[in-house]
């Protein structure tokens, strides 16, 4: 049952990219990141209260730094979603998993004093061969994707797609972070909203708006799919990890995530009409199969993963 509830997750948080892709022509990145948080809020103040749990927490520095760190991935991801294909934007944001498996090759090379092995020879850190090598196939994947897909002002986009990715990774292990000193799963995801609220409300009173009118309520439809879907494809993750009892059952639902890059490239071509050549579906298979791998190697070094935010 796991398994459904991470495929089922991975298919809402692709539709939101589909909502956040028609909303963007009429909304900057800021603006949908505000009403991404507001209806967050709402929805998750509801959800904590009917659940009776509090949202008061004796961390608000952890939380301030999960949302800080979460809201410039989110907002960076928007932006890749609104300038460029969507299953190119989709697939960056996923390359966290392939960021944390190089954060722990480096910080496994950085703690490592040599020692001498029982045959006079300099033994290595324990498993940085694998982990060297799926970091390197995922940014190979990387360039075969970017190549054939971004064009002059997409240059940027992808930039930021990758940020969105790196940032993503560290929202992640603070996540895990919290998870460990037992925050439970609706006040991070609760704090996450606020946090992209107030950062979203600031960028657009300083950044370019859009007016409301008759004509813009139309399109303003459009907002509150994204904050529902966000949240309910977080919910769906956060159901799946909790009933994957096993380390076998994480480890599969860790992996059926990038689902969503599936869903996501079948949203591209079939509803925007994007063109993916073989080059490009080549680059996005490397960057699956180096997540999956990166995936079941950081099991070893982190604990049972809770779900990965958007």
């Known amino acids: 049952m796991q398994a459904l509830w991470m495929v089922l997750g991975a298919l809402i948080f692709a539709t939101m990219g589909v909502c956040v892709k028609f909303a963007s ?62 299953a190119t934007a989709m697939t960056l944001n996923y390359m966290s998993s392939v960021w944390i498996a190089a954060f722990l ?16 020879r300099t033994q290595r850190p324990p498993l940085q061969g694998p982990l060297v090598l799926t970091v390197l196939v995922g940014f190979g994947g990387v360039v075969l994707m970017l190549k054939p897909t971004v064009e002059g002002s997409q240059g940027f986009a992808g930039m930021l797609g990758l940020l969105s990715g790196l940032t993503a990774a560290f929202a992640y292990m603070q996540v895990v972070a919290l998870s460990r000193i037992g925050e439970p799963e609706s006040r991070t995801v609760f704090y996450f909203a606020v946090g992209s609220a107030v950062a979203g409300g600031l960028g657009t009173l300083v950044g370019p708006s859009t ?23 977080q919910l769906c993750m956060t159901r799946a990890y909790a009933t994957a009892k096993t380390e076998s059952g994480t480890l599969l639902v860790a992996n059926l995530q990038y689902s969503g890059i599936v869903f996501a490239a079948m949203y591209s071509v079939l509803l925007f009409g994007d063109r993916i050549d073989a080059t490009g579906w080549l680059g996005m298979a490397l960057i699956v199969a180096s997540g999956i791998a990166a995936t079941v190697l950081r099991q070893r070094s982190l604990p049972k993963a809770p779900a990965e935010e958007h």
């Open 105 to 120: 090759v480096g910080g496994a090379l950085l703690a490592w004093v040599p020692v001498p092995g029982r045959d006079g």
């Open 211 to 233: 007016p409301f009118d008759a004509w813009t309520w139309g399109h303003a439809a459009w907002l509150l799919p994204v904050g529902l879907l966000a949240a309910l494809g």
């Open 25 to 86: 022509a009429w909304f900057s990145s800021a603006e949908l990141v505000f009403y991404r948080g507001l209806i967050g809020i709402v929805f998750l103040w509801i959800l904590a209260r009917q659940r009776g749990v509090t949202l008061a927490t004796r961390y608000p520095g952890m939380h301030a730094w999960r949302s800080l760190i979460g809201v410039v991935s989110l907002g960076a991801w928007f932006y890749a979603i609104a300038h460029m294909p969507l």
